[in-house]
């Protein structure tokens, strides 16, 4: 999207603030006291588009948004979507004047980002996966159970996943509910996307990844940010992600149609969003297995595939495709 002379952004009011080199650590509690003006060229472009202050420092209209009104995120700092230049950059929106900033290796960007005196009560699950026990295991054994359900692993998921994204190849991907990484890790590896953004709610889940970059050189200069969100909340403008993934996380999710629709809402057209996850039942799981899952539902949002494809329709995707090999499904929609 190209900002013209004639936008209401022509000329913005930008926050001073100290300087930070290249060997600084952010400092997050970047403040804006006082005020120099900005003239923004005639056209910049989307997402990620540079311009400069009037002392040389880059500023971004980021693409972030912010999760309270989707307003596109101003970014002082480096440009790009690694870790280094994120952890270096600060962020705010222009309409609501919150600020965001990196925080303990990831960003957070969740609507009580900053809060330190804030507490609510979250979902089992939610605070299960949020656990750095649950989190540190995740990779290390708890994963690799999902095969007894029908799972076929990472490395085959990924080229699944792959498969259905044919038509994003070269734009920016959103792995939302991302958890370790371990399927963000794959994409940024595999050198489709232009950027990569392993987005989760859980902090230790965030760490985990973090530390999984870190040990490799590759991850640590690739266009992979890594990103606090609700997955009810999404902080991208409408229309501006390319595709979405989410592995593994649909019947985690506090309410999926909220979520759904989030990810509908922030897809381009022609966007496509790719996801796995548990079945309640198919055609062929015992009756047994049927009945446990019934009981576990409280906690689980096991979904049919069926309820799935309704699901996605009812919040205007389209083209909606799926396999299953027991209790796994893979699924694919569209945006028109």
Not at 198 to 211: G, H, V, W
Not at 264 to 270: C, V
Request: with cysteine; glycine share 6%.
């Amino acid at each position: 999207m190209a900002i013209m002379a004639s936008s209401p952004l022509h000329r913005l009011q930008f926050p001073k603030c100290h300087y930070l080199s290249l060997k600084s650590e952010f400092d997050p509690r970047l403040g804006f006291p006082s005020y120099s003006t900005l003239t923004i060229p005639a056209a910049i472009n989307n997402s990620s588009s540079l311009v400069m202050d009037l002392e040389g420092q880059a500023i971004e209209k980021d693409y972030f948004a912010c999760p309270i009104c989707y307003e596109p995120l101003i970014r002082k700092g480096p440009s790009g979507l690694n870790l280094s230049a994120i952890y270096r950059s600060g962020f705010k929106c222009k309409r609501c004047r919150k600020s965001f900033s990196s925080k303990d290796k990831y960003l957070d960007l969740t609507v009580t980002s900053g809060l330190l005196d804030y507490t609510e009560n979250q979902p089992y699950l939610t605070e299960l996966f949020r656990s750095p026990f649950v989190s540190f295991l995740y990779e290390r054994g708890w994963r690799q159970n999902f095969n007894l359900g029908g799972f076929p692993g990472p490395e085959e998921e990924f080229k699944m996943a792959q498969d259905y994204f044919q038509s994003a190849k070269g734009g920016c991907i959103v792995d939302v509910s991302c958890g370790t990484g371990l399927i963000s890790r794959k994409f940024a590896k595999s050198g489709s996307y232009s950027g990569v953004v392993a987005l989760d709610f859980s902090e230790n889940m965030l760490r985990q990844c973090y530390d999984f970059i870190n040990k490799d050189d590759i991850l640590l200069k690739a266009n992979l940010a890594l990103v606090r969100a609700d997955v009810c909340r999404l902080p991208f403008s409408s229309g501006s992600v390319d595709a979405v993934h989410a592995g593994a996380a649909l019947h985690c999710w506090p309410s999926p149609s909220n979520s759904v629709a989030e990810i509908s809402r922030i897809l381009r057209s022609g966007g496509i969003f790719v996801g796995t996850t548990f079945l309640r039942y198919s055609s062929t799981t015992p009756l047994i297995v049927r009945l446990f899952r019934e009981s576990v539902s409280r906690t689980h949002k096991f979904l049919t595939e069926q309820e799935i494809e309704g699901l996605c329709m009812s919040c205007g995707l389209i083209n909606y495709t799926s396999k299953v090999h027991q209790s796994f499904i893979i699924f694919s929609a569209q945006k028109p």
